[in-house]
């Protein structure tokens, strides 16, 4: 999967910021908010993580 992984899951990650932006301009549920806020942190993280090169 190579070098496709983290560029889904850098995608994925912009979509869920979009995606939080949007509820929040809604006026949707605090909880949600932040669950989707999340998510897309932990997407970026993931992706930014796979980007690096591996130790040994």
Known sequence: ???ALPT???ILAGVLV???WSL???GAP???VVVTA???VLAT???VL???PENG
């Open 1 to 3: 999967m190579g070098a």
């Open 8 to 10: 889904l899951l850098l």
């Open 18 to 20: 979009g995606g939080t």
């Open 24 to 26: 929040y301009r809604q």
């Open 30 to 32: 605090k909880a949600a």
């Open 38 to 40: 999340a998510l897309a």
């Open 45 to 47: 993280a993931a992706g």
């Open 50 to 52: 796979r980007l690096l």
